[in-house]
């Protein structure tokens, strides 16, 4: 079960290869939690397959997207929700 997903548009930027050329592009990150009190959280164990369809979904749909990222960090060390 996942406790929570979502992602987020990050402020920094990346390069990447659009339509054959540099691009300059912006970041997604993808998050997804599973956790019993909100307290502790585990990144949802996602299949390597499906976290590619929804890379490739990001990417087409959103043409200013050249990297998309999994956010893989527990709670602690890190928070669920991105500030």
Do not use: H, W
């Not at 402020?11 to 691009?23: F, L, M, V, Y």
């Amino acid at each position: 079960a996942c406790g929570e997903a979502f992602a987020v548009l990050l402020n920094d930027r990346a390069t990447g290869i659009k339509k054959g050329k540099r691009a300059f592009g912006n970041i997604i990150v993808i998050r997804s939690v599973e956790s019993k009190n909100a307290m502790t959280a585990q990144p949802t164990k996602v299949p390597f397959k499906i976290l590619e369809k929804i890379q490739k979904r990001i990417v087409r749909e959103i043409p200013e997207v050249t990297k998309v990222l999994y956010d893989l960090t527990p709670k602690p060390p890190s928070t669920i929700e991105y500030i």
